[in-house]
């Protein structure tokens, strides 16, 4: 793997819930990106109306969305690019939690998502949609992740989290 579990990764955590309708979001301290379990755990801390999303990007090359809804094992996945998994660790981690075998023969150079394209759907992003969204190569993940929050309404609350991210 190209980063190193003791180096410090590149990249942000943010939480969006929706409770009575209203959006909100909150950064996750950086320490989550040390691992998937970290984001999850935190993730599935956060009160909302049918559960929470964690929107991780890493080094804009490629993002996770982790959905999860109340306790134990309810927690669906989305990695925005599965070649990711051959060269950082943490998307390595996501494919093995989703049971997806990417090795170099079946990456070449092509990119693809690997994991719940349905996850936003019930949330007002349907699955064809998100597919669109992550076949254009010419947007880098954060970027990704505001059209996302944007489709979903609440772009504001996530650009406002974004202006507290450490520089």
């Known amino acids: 793997m190209a980063v190193a579990e003791d180096d410090a990764v590149d990249g942000f955590a943010i939480t969006a819930s929706r409770e009575a309708g209203l959006w909100r979001c909150g950064v996750l301290p950086p320490a989550v990106l040390e691992s998937v379990e970290s984001c999850v755990r ?8 049918g559960g929470a999303l964690g929107l991780v990007n890493i080094s804009d090359e490629f993002f996770v969305v982790i959905r999860a809804t109340g306790g ?4 669906r996945l989305l990695l925005s690019d599965a ?5 950082w660790d943490f998307a390595a981690d996501v494919a093995q939690r989703l049971d997806e075998d990417v090795d170099e023969d079946t990456a070449e150079d092509e ?3 690997i994991g719940d394209l349905s ?4 949330l007002g992003m349907p699955a064809g949609e998100l597919r669109m969204l992550l ?3 010419d947007l880098y993940a954060d970027e990704m992740l505001g059209l996302i929050a944007r489709r979903l309404g609440f772009a504001e609350e996530f650009a406002q989290a ?4 450490p520089r």
């Not at 935190?42 to 109306?49: C, N, V």
């Not at 070649?83 to 060269?87: F, N, Y």
């Not at 996850?119 to 019930?122: A, F, S």
């Open 119 to 122: 996850i936003l759907e019930d």
């Open 42 to 49: 935190a993730t599935r801390q956060q009160p909302g109306d």
């Open 72 to 75: 134990g094992d309810d927690v």
């Open 111 to 113: 990119l693809w998502p």
């Open 162 to 165: 974004l202006e507290t991210l």
């Open 83 to 87: 070649t990711a998994a051959l060269e």
């Open 135 to 137: 076949d254009d190569v």
